[in-house]
Structures are given as structure tokens and as C-alpha cells.
């Protein structure tokens, strides 16, 4: 009978040993935070983009930008021709919704910037393309090459020749190429007198992103032309498939240029939100992108009642 106790305690005791051993290896519970594991995304911060001219879905000429691999000048004009050319090397690097519109096989034959021109000879295969694509084919190539802060004017050859008139639809083209061309050009002539040409930037929509698309009213509005840019982007008749945030109550009270920069002053309407007095950033754009393209600045101001509200640089927004 003590033998069996004794045995008992052996094994009660042996037990009671094993689970404070047990307990001592289990870690305590802690209070302070388990430590995270944390994965490291290295951004390169060296990529570039620039703005380009592209067909969009609606087949306008519209303004987008893509990546580059240089900053300016003949380098850079050389990479977004070729990035604009079907099938090209850099076709890959253009966003949904836009599609090149050089014809393929294209070449560069000779490329040389001076002086804020650019001399651009390029092969045949650039005017095989349909008739109504002849006149936007050469607005894409001035507005992206433009769209450059070098380069001022193109001068364009083909195979060596200089480039007067386009062979399908015999428009004529002026000997040097800029931006008074206009582009997805729009006519509402009623004489041919007091002629004016007003480009006028919108916004279209692809897959819940904005891009910005420039018309070229040409007309008989002798109005200036920030009153036809302000009076356009309110108009309930804007294009098909085109829009503008600028509400339509909006008055534009007072505007003048200074020393590259034009002030723009106008009510309280033009505010998304009267107490914050937040602009909306398409209101924004479209307005500095249009004036951009008419008059010859480099900043606009913009005011509320007298009240400076913010500013936006042409570098900013190219």
C-alpha cells in the first residue's frame, strides 16, 4: 500500500514538472505590436513623359502624353514621331483610347532643329493615307512637335521635296508649319470677311479618364478671343462626344496680359465649391490650354471678385 502511494506521488509530481516546463517554454503574451513584414517598391523616378497628338476613339486629334527616354530637342522630336508612327518601335507605349496616325513604313530620312525650327524630311509612306486623314495627319505632327518648348515652326519635306499641298484633298499648306494651322478645325462662316480662328480646348472621356481635345472654330466672331474661348466652354452646343465642366452661369468680369502672363478675373461661379474656393482642375486646364494656343503667354492668373485664386504655367500643363 506505500509502495503504491509512493508510486502515485512519483507521478503526480512527474506531471506537475512537466507542465511548468511546458509553461515556461510558451512565450509570454506582449502587448506591443508583432513585428511586420514589410516589402520595399523601388519607384524609378527617372521616367519621363511628354505630350503627344493622337487619334482618339471619337477620331479627333486629342492631347495625351507618353513615356520618353529623352528631354528635348532632336532626340526627343525623333522618339515622338516614331512613337506616332503605325506599327512603329515605340507603338507600345501609347494609352488606350488613342491610336497612331503616321503610316506605317514611314521613315525619317533627316531631322535638324535651329533656331526654334525644326526641318523634318520624311519618306513617301507618310501621304499614303486616306483623304480624310490628310489634313489631321499634319495637325498631329505640328501640335506634338510643337508641344515642345524648342521648337516653334516646322518646315516639311518629303523625299527631299517641300510639302505645299496635300495630294488627295489639295489643301494648301504654307511653306513653314506652326499652330496657326489650326486643328480638328470646325467652320461657322457666314462671309468671308473678319475671318477669325479660335482654338478652344474640351474634354472627352475614355474609360473613366479625361483627356483634353483642341477645336479650331474658324468664323466671323470679331469678339476677342478669350470671350469666344470663356463663351464656348459654357455653350450647350459643344461637339459630339466632347464636354466642358465650366459653369454655364460663369462670368468672365475682367482679363489682361503682362509680361507674358494674362489675368482672367471672374465670379464666384466659376468655383466647384463656393467655401473652399476650389476651381476644378478640368476647368482649369481647359481654359489655360485654350489660351495658351491664342495668345502669346506663359502664365494665367486667375481671379475671383478681384481675389487671386491660383496660377498655372504652360511648362505645367504640356
Known amino acids: 500500500m506505500l509502495k503504491r502511494m509512493s508510486m502515485k506521488k512519483i507521478v503526480t509530481s512527474s506531471i506537475v514538472l512537466l507542465i511548468v516546463f511546458l509553461v515556461y517554454l510558451i512565450p509570454k503574451q506582449s502587448n506591443s505590436p508583432s513585428p511586420i513584414k514589410t516589402t520595399v517598391e523601388y519607384v524609378n523616378q527617372n521616367i519621363k513623359t511628354h505630350t503627344i497628338y ?11 502624353s507618353v513615356k520618353v527616354k529623352f528631354d528635348s530637342g532632336e532626340s526627343l522630336a525623333r522618339e515622338l514621331l516614331e512613337t506616332m508612327i503605325e506599327e512603329g518601335k515605340n507603338s507600345d507605349q501609347i494609352p488606350n483610347g488613342f491610336r497612331p496616325i503616321i503610316p506605317s513604313g514611314t521613315q525619317i530620312n533627316a531631322l535638324k532643329l535651329n533656331e526654334n525650327t525644326l ?14 486623314l490628310e489634313e489631321p495627319l499634319i495637325e498631329a505632327v505640328v501640335y506634338t512637335l510643337t508641344s515642345m518648348e524648342e521648337i516653334d515652326n516646322i518646315i516639311l519635306y518629303v523625299d527631299g521635296k517641300l510639302l505645299t499641298k496635300l495630294p488627295q484633298s489639295n489643301i494648301q499648306l504654307p511653306d513653314t508649319l506652326n499652330r496657326n494651322i489650326g486643328i480638328n478645325k470646325n467652320y461657322q462662316l457666314t462671309s468671308t470677311k473678319d475671318i477669325t480662328a479660335t482654338t478652344v480646348y474640351y474634354i472627352h472621356k475614355y474609360n473613366d479618364e479625361y483627356f483634353y481635345t483642341p477645336i479650331t472654330t474658324i468664323s466671323n466672331d470679331s469678339r476677342e478671343k478669350i470671350e469666344i474661348i470663356i463663351d464656348q466652354l459654357e455653350s450647350s452646343n459643344i461637339q459630339k462626344n466632347l464636354m466642358s465642366f465650366l459653369n454655364s452661369s460663369t462670368n468672365l468680369l475682367d482679363y489682361g496680359i503682362q509680361d507674358r502672363q494674362m489675368v482672367v478675373c471672374f ?27 491664342n495668345y502669346d503667354v506663359e502664365e494665367v492668373l486667375f481671379e475671383v471678385n478681384g481675389e487671386e485664386i491660383t496660377k498655372t504655367q504652360l511648362k505645367s500643363l504640356e
Do not use: G, M, R
Open 267 to 293: 465670379d464666384e461661379w466659376i468655383f466647384n465649391d463656393f467655401e473652399a474656393k476650389d476651381i476644378l482642375e478640368e476647368v482649369l486646364y481647359t481654359i489655360s490650354l485654350s489660351i495658351y494656343d
Open 119 to 132: 526641318k523634318l524630311d520624311l519618306s513617301k509612306e507618310f501621304l499614303q493615307i486616306s483623304k480624310e
Open 54 to 64: 493622337l487619334l482618339d476613339n471619337n477620331n479627333y486629334i486629342s492631347k495625351t
